[in-house]
């Protein structure tokens, strides 16, 4: 599990998902980190909920109506880089789990590619790991990593 000191600041994730009940589910693993949540429903609130949110994670559902999550991760990955900020980890989540829809989540610009049904443990600690290597001494790298604890 990942843990936190209520002295931190928590991790705050970005959920895009047209189903509900796979954003329930979502909301349910992450109540076990100290974490902010903000759920969306398509990819087109993803981009823009991103472009404001400062994230530490983003978690993109895949097939979403109005904007794809390929085309919704496509988007933040050309946001970053017109705003020169350093690339916040995405990973894609996702039914769909055959080699060439891991190699299009990755050719998209996802860190990595999570499987539905999302197994709690796996998500967590693929999580910290992701957020881990994503800090930086830019941003606040100290506390992140205490932020994100241990794994256990
Ligand atoms: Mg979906």
Redesign the pocket.
Known sequence: MITATSSERPVRVLIA???PT?RAVLEVILSFIQAELVTVEDGAQALEAFKTGNFDIVLM????PVMDGLSAIREIRRFEAETGRHATPVLAV?ANAMSEHVAASRAAGADQHIAKPVIPDALLRIMGERIRQAATPQSDHRKMNHVIGNAT
């Open positions: 998902d047209d189903h796979n559902d895949l097939q979403m996702s």
